[in-house]
């Protein structure tokens, strides 16, 4: 069978991450026989500039007929203007909405050879493997907003609010993941001040004795959560918790690997594409200078081989041949002390390919 995925590089370094990624999937497809398509669209600002919107219909349109999506990055000082009607952030969330992706997740493991790289202590951040999935489409972010008179001048508010539904259905997904890796699962939320957090908690509850009572789980505050993250990493498997709260526990967990650079994510629904892409933003500050890092884009491909094309030992191959490659020493300028040597963005990605063909040959051999 032929594998579809639509490509959408998008803006800033996008381009240059998403094409080692793609040459990646396209030595797993060689190496494992299997056939991929690639069909490439356009989203964020490279789509207002090239049609008016960030998200054109043809995109949608690709996206939906394949079989999974992976997004390079969007947004730009090009488009920054807070006032436009059309931004590169809308093509992301309508795409979001589009494919009913409704978990991200987001992995952060830290590589024993990258473990000084971060500002942590590398006591505090040895054996960290975890996993963050953030609920992706309710929320503060898609309440209730607006602004009204008020004596002082405006009077600004934005909503927050989940259905027992959403949270049962992110809930059941973080369980079930957890089940695949150290069987832990913390909730975290801000039960003690807000109503929808109240809510959140005992359906957390709820579904994790009725249908995961072999998963050891427990509730977190948000605030607690943040600290924890920073004084004790590795204790952590999977965190599951709302859009806001994951929306900052993400960004703040990435720095524990040493960069954002190295970190993927996928956002899935119950039927249809997934979208895949790095964690990072679009970086226009190094655009065009072939120095960005590319493993979060790859390893966004290895989770794509194994949650929307069921091909495991592809992604396990991948993700085999980053480790190989950090192992070595090879380093993009973001993993490095001053002086110390680089590869491009290309080099990296060589690097990889390379390590994906001789493990895939070695590991037939075995």
């Given amino acids: 069978m032929k594998a579809k995925i639509t490509v959408l590089a998008g803006d800033g370094v996008g381009p240059e991450v998403t094409d080692e990624a793609c040459k990646v999937l396209e030595a797993i497809a060689d190496?494992?026989?299997?056939?991929?398509?690639?069909?490439?669209?356009?989203?964020?600002?490279?789509?207002?500039?090239?049609?008016?919107?960030?998200?054109?219909?043809?995109?949608?349109?690709?996206?939906?007929?394949?079989?999974?999506?992976?997004?390079?990055?969007v947004g730009g000082p090009k488009w920054d203007d807070p006032n436009a009607s059309v931004r590169p952030e809308q093509g992301l969330l309508?795409?979001?909405k589009a494919l009913g992706v409704f978990a991200n997740l987001r992995p952060v493991r830290v590589y024993k050879e990258l473990a000084k790289s971060g500002p942590l202590k590398e006591e505090l951040v040895a054996n960290v493997d975890l996993l963050v999935i953030r609920?992706?489409?309710?929320?503060?972010?898609?309440?209730?907003?607006?602004?009204?008179?008020?004596?002082?001048?405006?009077?600004?508010?934005?909503?927050?609010?989940?259905s027992t539904g959403e949270v049962e259905r992110i809930v059941r997904l973080a369980a079930g993941k957890a089940k695949g890796r150290r069987n832990k699962l913390t909730s975290v939320d801000k039960a003690n001040v807000l109503e929808v957090s109240r809510l959140w908690r005992s359906t957390a509850a709820r579904v994790m004795q009725d249908e995961f009572a072999d998963v050891e789980f427990e509730h977190?505050?948000?605030?607690?959560?943040?600290?924890?993250?920073?004084?004790?990493?590795?204790?952590?498997?999977?965190?599951?918790?709302?859009?806001?709260?994951?929306?900052?526990?993400?960004?703040?967990?990435?720095?524990l690997a040493g960069s954002m650079g190295l970190l993927p994510s996928a956002s899935l629904g119950t039927s249809g594409p997934g979208l895949y892409e790095p964690i990072h933003g679009s970086a226009p500050d190094i655009a065009g200078k072939d120095i960005a890092n590319p493993i979060g884009m790859i390893l966004s491909a290895a989770m794509l081989c194994r949650e929307s094309l069921g091909w495991a030992k592809e992604a396990d191959c991948i993700e085999s041949a980053v480790e190989k490659v950090i192992q070595s020493g090879v380093r993009t300028p973001d993993l490095v002390r001053a002086n110390e040597p680089t590869v491009s963005t290309k080099e990296m990605g060589i690097s990889i390919v390379s390590a994906v063909r001789e493990l895939s040959v070695s590991s037939m051999v075995a």
């Fill in 31 to 73: 190496q494992f026989g299997r056939n991929i398509e690639f069909t490439d669209a356009s989203i964020g600002g490279r789509a207002i500039d090239e049609f008016g919107t960030a998200l054109p219909e043809e995109t949608v349109e690709f996206c939906l007929e394949s079989d999974a999506v992976l997004l390079g990055a």
């Fill in 135 to 162: 609920e992706l489409t309710g929320g503060i972010y898609f309440g209730e907003r607006g602004r009204r008179p008020d004596p002082s001048g405006e009077f600004a508010f934005d909503t927050m609010g989940y």
């Fill in 94 to 96: 309508g795409l979001r």
């Fill in 220 to 255: 977190g505050l948000v605030d607690a959560a943040a600290m924890h993250l920073i004084q004790r990493p590795a204790d952590f498997d999977v965190i599951v918790t709302g859009n806001l709260f994951g929306d900052i526990l993400t960004d703040e967990a990435s720095v």
